[in-house]
Structures are given as C-alpha cells and as structure tokens.
C-alpha cells in the first residue's frame, strides 16, 4: 500500500454533468499529480499541484481543474462530461521525484 | 475489479521461467525511467527505477537495463511466479522549466504467467 486514498472508487455520471474526485496524498508529500487512464491504455498525465498551486499540465481541455489544499490533499473536478470522460482517474503523491499512486476512481459517463 | 489492458500486447511464460518485457522511450532528456506494474482494479505499483546516467540496475528478481543510444528500456524478471501476472509500464520522468515532472506512460504489456 502506497498511502495514497482517492474516493470514491467507483461512481457513475450522466453526460454534461459535473464531477469531482479526491486524493490524499502520502504523509509529507507536497506534490500530487493527476492522470487520466482510458481502458487498455496507459495513464495520461492531466496537472500536477505543488503546494496549493498548479505548476504543470497536460494536454487536457480547460475544464478539468483542480485545487490542492494546504494539508496537499486535492481535488480533480471535470465540468461538462462527455462520454470520452470515462476511465480511470489516478492520482500520484511524491516529494522529491519518485510518485506513489492511489488506486484509483473509475469513472463512467453515460 | 474492472480489467486493465485488454487490447494490450501479452507475454505468455511458464511458472519458473525469466520473462522480458520491452519498452521505448521517446523523449532523451528523461532523467529517469521507471517500471510500474498494474493488477486489475488497482493503481501502477512502482517496481524499479534506473537514472538516466546508468545502464542497469537490479532488485529483487528484477533487473532493468536501459539503452539510451536506441532509447530503450527492459524489464527482466527471474522465476517468473503467478503473483507476477499483471499489465507492466514503462514510464519515463520528465522535468519541465516551471519546476513540475510528468511521468510519460508506454503503452504497457500483460504478463499472463500459466502454472
């Protein structure tokens, strides 16, 4: 075990709807990345947060966002669903490189 | 747990046997390269991890060599057991000007092992 939570684990949306997911990272960790993994894919990087701010992203659209919070717990939301949206949402808590995964939200849009 | 990797190349081997799994890497500046390997239902569990700066690095029944003038990566595993079957990623750690990493997944190979 990582150390790493996300919740839920498992949720279903209609398309257009909105959505939000949460990590807890690993104790003293300050730094958490999102990805998004498509079945049969591997997972694609969407932001990474480091200490309240966002300090890098992905090639994903305006309306995935998150927050990250001064305990480095964070948030992924994603506005305005589309069906693409359905896969797998992992998060990644690290400190100086090394990133420890969560097990992840499966998330389906119908 | 839902399935990861179904459309994914797999590697069939006998219990006890060595396995190899192959990997290629795009970007040259990486810094690190790391294996990850996914059961079904849960996250990528970090296995191995090598620096750009060296061409082998071995664990506990695991060894990776890496080859930067072909960027290439590999995963070897001895005695190959059933607890091993998984889908396994390679994954490359970028760092970018602003202070952030990412790591850049491949594409990933399942290791059915059959008793």
């Known amino acids: 075990e990582t150390g790493v939570t996300q919740s839920p684990t498992h949720l279903i949306k209609t398309r257009g709807q909105q959505v939000t997911l949460r990590c807890s990272s690993q104790s003293g960790h300050n730094t958490v990345s999102w990805y998004q993994q498509a079945l049969g894919q591997g997972p694609q990087f969407i932001f990474q947060?480091?200490?309240?701010?966002?300090?890098g992203r992905g090639n994903f659209p305006p309306r995935f966002s998150g927050l990250q919070f001064p305990n480095y717990s964070s948030e992924l939301n994603v506005n305005a669903l589309e069906l693409d949206d359905s896969a797998l949402y992992l998060c990644?808590?690290?400190?100086?490189?090394?990133?420890?995964f969560g097990p992840g939200t499966r998330l389906t849009v119908t | 747990g839902e399935s990861v990797g179904l459309h994914l190349p797999t590697l069939s081997v006998q219990e006890g046997d060595n396995s190899i799994i192959n990997c290629a890497y795009s970007n040259s500046a990486s810094d690190y390269f790391i294996w990850y390997k996914q059961e079904s239902g849960k996250g990528p569990q970090f296995i191995i991890d090598i620096r750009s700066n060296m061409d082998k690095r071995q664990g506990q029944r695991v060894t990776v060599l890496l080859n930067k003038t072909v960027k290439h990566l590999s995963l070897q595993i001895a005695a190959t057991q059933p607890g091993d079957s998984a889908v396994y990623f390679c994954a490359e750690n970028t760092a970018f000007s602003g202070g952030y990493n990412k790591l850049i997944f491949g594409a990933g190979t399942r290791l059915a092992v059959h008793p």
């Open positions: 947060y480091y200490r309240e701010e966002e300090n």
């Open positions: 990644a808590s690290s400190s100086k490189g090394e990133q420890y």
